[in-house]
């Protein structure tokens, strides 16, 4: 039957799913909002009510029309992108973007993209403050055709003067209310032509760098110069120089001023960051130097004491690293401002053991990265630019040779280890690009050898820096890690060695994907790997009104991931910090937890299915197909989930409480929304269904304290005192620790067995925990009290007669057998 019933649900959902396209758009029609509605004539005697309100709300919008100005601010707003636009228009010609290297084209396209952004935002904002006087004029428009239709539906008979007259005048008055909103909607739609012809302008401008930009891809497999030999240099270095600096220099002053002025939220919170952040380091550095040599506050490792030595530096690579980070859309000139101040702190910040295992190339590296930045200063001779990248190439194959030969027979400490072998092949492979890029260059390559050389500076240069900036947060968090205040907490004595461990980890796959993709970038296959990417992410698969793609499965499943974890720590940190330190009833801190964790869990579901492009239509749908699966097949798992709810609310049961189920004795260690787990005193953990603790009788031992009544049944020899021995038991009852004095054990006589007079002791403990220990010391002492006073305690005797028999008889019993047993007829010899 349970089989049965999930085949009838999934059929069910089936169905559902498979509906016509028809019935579908009539549920969506049914959750879409109301249209508005239509004009119609007012009643009569609704015609004096509706006219002073109709009225009001014409002098309203009058007021409205007449006092705000609503564009003051937009048109600054617009007047300073048209002028970014204006700037970046007047540079370079469409023809000349071709010419221009691939690092200004990608800083073009970044200004681009930021005046789109702006445009955006103002563009928004421009919907936001046109909207309500599109709205008035709507309903002015609405209001005014009632009362036309009422002055027509009036017969001049039948209606008196006076409410024609009011009639005529009301519908008068939203007329002027609507002339007063024509001057703004007016100036509203001329500067919404304008911003049209604004968009269309940074729109050609984006997809002409982006053309300019795929012509230097496909550009770095064809010669675009002749062979070195032939080449001569035809520029005048003075002038162009000066005229291509002072362009170059006037466009990413003009894009970094206005990067600053917008004032973005990442750019707030990069500067807040970078204010906390220097002052902790100060006091972690002050608070080190205090200490002195005290043995406690040593540091482990070398990386520790250069991190936490050294302030300023690590505060200059941590907030470089936020630029980068942060402000990924920031000027390409802040960025290589970004990168450069990163220097010095780099070498200063590099631990003795990446010395050992790099060598000196980090120094190199930084060289070459300034070296590489020089070229700048000659981008407007080709052909000095080309032997300086020659040059450079074949500097940079000399030194990564000169790298590879002292690292030999691996003789050079560093090469050992995954880390060691990684760093020579990457040398190699570093070698081999320097290589064909010479030839590049020497043949007429020139694109391709300045793309290989600058692109392996680059990249290695950016490899040290993200190197120096996980040794600062691993050495951060080690030092975090150790602080005795943070030791204490929950998450950290259970797993602290595991947690740092594991944000070190993220820390260093985070590094290494983002050297990828800025590696990709500089070797100029990013951009058509992203493409492809993106092509096969957003392909969407349709069956009716079903329509999924790859993209959506993967933002579902990192949705659902993201909302189990936070809401698994969200319930760890409730149930162990914070509802702990609060005054709550036993069991609500479970019930809170645990409600939490749900609720939690369905919003990120239903997070993670709107990130996946689900409308609210689909999924109602959905839900309507998932209640009638429920209503087939899964009455037991609603009943049981229904069952848990009651559970956390009424809290009949509760995590800790000793209790006794359909046979089953033990304790409540979780209770979930489907079953309840009980660990029984033998150590097997039951689950039980969340139905039975409510259908079934329960017997809970702690539901309200946890006191228990512990029972002694005892005898005595017949001929004792039985006053004494109530008296005795009594006195060794109340002396036995963990007894409860209230209420006061009781000592029954009970009656008269066989062999004993039988006594009852019913005494009370309020440690239920240790309930069989207290009963088990507890007659350990009334056997000593017992045996002390010399007072018997009888087990159970018969008494055995024997009657004298004949000999005759004892003769026949102790004779031997001596007749052999029948043979038995199936037997065989």
Same mark, same amino acid.
């Given at each position: 039957?349970?089989?049965?019933?999930?085949?009838?649900?999934?059929?069910a959902?089936?169905?559902?799913?498979?509906?016509?396209?028809?019935?579908?758009?009539?549920?969506?029609?049914?959750?879409?909002?109301?249209?508005?509605?239509?004009?119609?004539?007012?009643?009569?005697?609704?015609?004096?009510?509706?006219a002073?309100?109709?009225?009001?709300?014409?002098?309203?919008?009058?007021?409205?029309a007449?006092?705000?100005?609503?564009?003051?601010?937009l048109?600054?707003?617009?007047?300073?992108?048209?002028?970014s636009?204006?700037?970046?228009?007047?540079?370079?010609?469409?023809?000349?973007?071709?010419?221009?290297?691939?690092?200004?084209?990608?800083?073009?396209?970044?200004?681009?993209?930021?005046?789109?952004?702006?445009y955006?935002?103002?563009?928004a904002?421009?919907?936001?403050?046109?909207?309500?006087?599109?709205?008035?004029?709507?309903?002015?428009?609405?209001?005014?055709?009632?009362?036309?239709?009422?002055?027509?539906?009036?017969?001049?008979?039948?209606?008196?003067? %006076?409410? $024609?007259? !009011?009639?005529?005048? +009301?519908?008068?008055?939203?007329? =002027? /209310?609507?002339? @007063?909103? &024509?001057?703004? #909607?007016?100036?509203?739609?001329?500067?919404?032509?304008?911003?049209?012809?604004?968009?269309?302008?940074?729109?050609?401008?984006q997809?002409?760098?982006?053309?300019?930009?795929?012509?230097?891809?496909?550009?770095?497999?064809?010669?675009?110069?002749?062979?070195?030999?032939?080449?001569?240099?035809?520029?005048?270095?003075?002038?162009?120089?000066?005229?291509?600096?002072?362009?170059?220099?006037?466009?990413?002053?003009?894009?970094?001023?206005?990067?600053?002025?917008?004032?973005?939220?990442?750019?707030?919170?990069?500067?807040?960051?970078?204010?906390l952040?220097?002052?902790?380091?100060?006091?972690? %550095?002050? $608070?080190? !130097?205090?200490?002195? +040599?005290?043995?406690?506050?040593? =540091? /482990?490792?070398? @990386?520790? &004491?250069r991190? #936490?030595g050294?302030?300023?530096?690590?505060?200059?690579?941590?907030?470089?690293?936020?630029?980068?980070?942060?402000?990924?859309?920031?000027?390409?000139?802040?960025?290589?401002?970004?990168?450069?101040?990163?220097?010095?702190?780099?070498?200063?910040?590099?631990?003795?053991?990446g010395?050992?295992?790099?060598?000196?190339?980090p120094?190199?590296?930084?060289?070459?990265?300034?070296?590489?930045?020089?070229?700048?200063?000659?981008?407007?001779?080709?052909?000095?630019?080309?032997?300086?990248?020659?040059?450079?190439?074949a500097?940079?194959?000399?030194?990564?040779?000169?790298?590879?030969?002292?690292?030999r027979?691996e003789?050079?400490?560093?090469?050992?280890?995954?880390?060691?072998? =990684?760093?020579?092949?990457?040398?190699?492979?570093?070698a081999?690009?320097?290589?064909?890029?010479?030839?590049?260059?020497v043949?007429?390559?020139?694109?391709?050898?300045?793309?290989?050389?600058?692109?392996?500076?680059?990249?290695?240069?950016?490899?040290?820096?993200?190197y120096?900036?996980?040794?600062?947060?691993?050495?951060?968090?080690?030092?975090?890690?150790?602080?005795?205040?943070?030791?204490?907490?929950?998450?950290?004595?259970?797993?602290?060695?595991?947690?740092?461990?594991?944000?070190?980890?993220?820390?260093?796959?985070?590094?290494?994907?983002?050297?990828?993709?800025?590696?990709?970038?500089?070797?100029?296959?990013?951009?058509?790997?992203?493409?492809?990417?993106?092509?096969?992410?957003?392909?969407?698969?349709?069956?009716?009104?079903?329509?999924?793609?790859?993209?959506?499965?993967?933002?579902?499943?990192?949705?659902?991931?993201?909302?189990?974890?936070?809401?698994?720590?969200?319930?760890?940190?409730?149930?162990?910090?914070?509802?702990?330190?609060?005054?709550?009833?036993?069991?609500?801190?479970?019930?809170?937890a645990s409600?939490?964790?749900?609720?939690?869990?369905?919003?990120?579901?239903?997070a993670?299915l709107?990130?996946?492009?689900?409308?609210?239509?689909?999924?109602?749908?959905?839900?309507?197909?998932?209640?009638?699966?429920?209503?087939?097949?899964?009455?037991?798992?609603?009943?049981?989930?229904?069952?848990?709810?009651?559970?956390?609310?009424?809290?009949?049961?509760?995590?800790?409480?000793?209790?006794?189920?359909?046979?089953?004795?033990?304790?409540?260690?979780?209770?979930?929304?489907?079953?309840?787990?009980?660990?029984?005193?033998?150590?097997?953990?039951v689950?039980v269904?969340?139905?039975?603790?409510?259908?079934?009788?329960?017997?809970?031992?702690?539901?309200?304290?946890?006191?228990?009544?512990?029972?002694?049944?005892?005898?005595?020899?017949?001929?004792?005192?039985v006053t004494?021995?109530?008296?005795?038991?009594?006195?060794?009852?109340?002396?036995?620790?963990?007894?409860?004095?209230?209420?006061?054990?009781?000592?029954?006589?009970?009656?008269?067995?066989?062999?004993?007079?039988?006594?009852?002791?019913?005494?009370?403990?309020?440690?239920?925990?240790?309930?069989?220990?207290?009963?088990?010391?507890?007659?350990?002492?009334?056997?000593?009290?017992?045996?002390?006073?010399?007072?018997?305690?009888?087990?159970?005797?018969?008494?055995?007669?024997?009657?004298s028999?004949?000999?005759?008889?004892?003769?026949?019993?102790?004779?031997?057998?001596?007749?052999?047993?029948?043979?038995?007829?199936?037997?065989?010899?």
């Amino acid at each position: 039957m349970p089989v049965m019933r999930v085949l009838l649900a999934c059929l069910a959902c089936l169905m559902l799913l498979a509906m016509p396209r028809a019935r579908a758009q009539d549920i969506t029609t049914l959750l879409s909002p109301a249209k508005p509605r239509a004009s119609e004539a007012i009643a009569l005697a609704d015609v004096p009510s509706r006219a002073d309100a109709d009225e009001r709300y014409a002098e309203e919008v009058t007021l409205r029309a007449a006092n705000a100005d609503p564009l003051g601010r937009l048109v600054p707003r617009l007047a300073t992108i048209e002028r970014s636009v204006d700037e970046k228009t007047r540079l370079f010609r469409y023809g000349e973007l071709r010419t221009l290297p691939v690092v200004r084209l990608e800083s073009m396209e970044r200004h681009w993209k930021f005046d789109a952004r702006q445009y955006a935002r103002w563009r928004a904002d421009m919907q936001a403050s046109v909207s309500p006087y599109a709205q008035d004029a709507a309903e002015l428009a609405l209001r005014r055709a009632d009362w036309d239709l009422t002055r027509k539906a009036m017969a001049p008979e039948s209606t008196p003067d %006076a409410l $024609r007259m !009011r009639v005529d005048a +009301v519908a008068n008055r939203l007329h =002027l /209310a609507e002339q @007063a909103l &024509s001057a703004p #909607l007016a100036e509203q739609i001329g500067l919404g032509r304008r911003a049209n012809v604004l968009a269309a302008r940074i729109h050609a401008g984006q997809r002409a760098v982006e053309d300019a930009i795929a012509y230097t891809d496909r550009r770095l497999l064809h010669l675009d110069a002749p062979p070195l030999w032939r080449a001569q240099d035809t520029t005048t270095l003075r002038d162009d120089l000066v005229a291509t600096l002072t362009r170059d220099i006037q466009s990413e002053n003009s894009f970094v001023a206005q990067y600053a002025a917008a004032d973005l939220g990442n750019q707030r919170l990069l500067h807040v960051l970078q204010v906390l952040l220097l002052p902790a380091l100060l006091w972690v %550095a002050w $608070r080190r !130097r205090r200490r002195g +040599v005290d043995p406690a506050a040593v =540091l /482990a490792t070398d @990386a520790e &004491s250069r991190v #936490l030595g050294r302030p300023f530096s690590t505060w200059l690579l941590l907030s470089m690293i936020g630029v980068l980070l942060l402000e990924p859309n920031a000027p390409l000139f802040l960025h290589e401002i970004a990168m450069l101040v990163a220097l010095v702190p780099v070498l200063r910040l590099i631990p003795q053991q990446g010395r050992r295992l790099l060598g000196p190339w980090p120094y190199l590296a930084t060289a070459f990265y300034l070296l590489q930045r020089l070229a700048i200063l000659l981008m407007a001779s080709d052909y000095l630019y080309r032997l300086y990248y020659l040059g450079l190439a074949a500097l940079a194959l000399v030194a990564t040779g000169w790298l590879l030969w002292r690292s030999r027979g691996e003789r050079f400490a560093g090469l050992t280890g995954t880390s060691g072998r =990684l760093v020579h092949a990457l040398a190699w492979a570093s070698a081999v690009a320097l290589l064909v890029s010479i030839g590049a260059n020497v043949l007429g390559n020139v694109s391709l050898a300045e793309m290989l050389t600058s692109g392996i500076i680059e990249s290695g240069y950016f490899a040290l820096v993200l190197y120096a900036a996980v040794t600062v947060l691993e050495a951060l968090l080690r030092s975090l890690g150790a602080r005795s205040g943070v030791r204490r907490l929950w998450v950290m004595r259970r797993h602290g060695g595991t947690l740092l461990e594991s944000l070190a980890r993220w820390a260093r796959v985070a590094a290494v994907i983002g050297w990828i993709v800025y590696t990709m970038s500089r070797f100029r296959i990013f951009r058509p790997v992203y493409d492809v990417a993106r092509a096969v992410v957003t392909h969407r698969f349709e069956y009716g009104e079903l329509s999924i793609s790859l993209g959506h499965v993967l933002v579902f499943c990192i949705g659902v991931v993201m909302a189990v974890w936070i809401a698994r720590t969200l319930r760890a940190l409730l149930r162990e910090e914070v509802l702990p330190r609060m005054s709550l009833p036993r069991g609500v801190d479970n019930s809170v937890a645990s409600l939490s964790y749900y609720v939690l869990l369905l919003l990120g579901l239903l997070a993670a299915l709107s990130a996946a492009g689900f409308k609210i239509g689909q999924l109602a749908f959905l839900f309507g197909a998932l209640g009638v699966g429920i209503g087939l097949g899964l009455q037991d798992v609603v009943r049981n989930f229904v069952s848990g709810l009651i559970l956390m609310f009424e809290r009949p049961v509760k995590p800790g409480d000793a209790v006794d189920i359909s046979g089953t004795s033990g304790r409540v260690r979780t209770i979930g929304m489907r079953a309840t787990t009980v660990r029984t005193f033998d150590g097997a953990d039951v689950v039980v269904p969340n139905g039975m603790l409510l259908s079934d009788k329960v017997t809970n031992w702690t539901l309200i304290d946890h006191n228990r009544r512990i029972d002694v049944d005892l005898g005595v020899g017949y001929g004792s005192d039985v006053t004494r021995v109530m008296q005795l038991l009594q006195e060794v009852t109340l002396g036995t620790s963990g007894i409860a004095r209230e209420p006061a054990p009781a000592v029954l006589f009970t009656g008269f067995g066989a062999s004993s007079l039988d006594f009852a002791i019913r005494a009370w403990t309020h440690e239920f925990d240790d309930w069989s220990q207290i009963r088990s010391g507890l007659l350990a002492r009334l056997h000593a009290a017992l045996v002390e006073a010399g007072i018997e305690i009888p087990f159970p005797q018969q008494d055995l007669h024997l009657r004298s028999v004949s000999e005759t008889i004892l003769a026949s019993l102790a004779a031997p057998r001596t007749s052999a047993p029948p043979e038995d007829p199936g037997q065989k010899t």
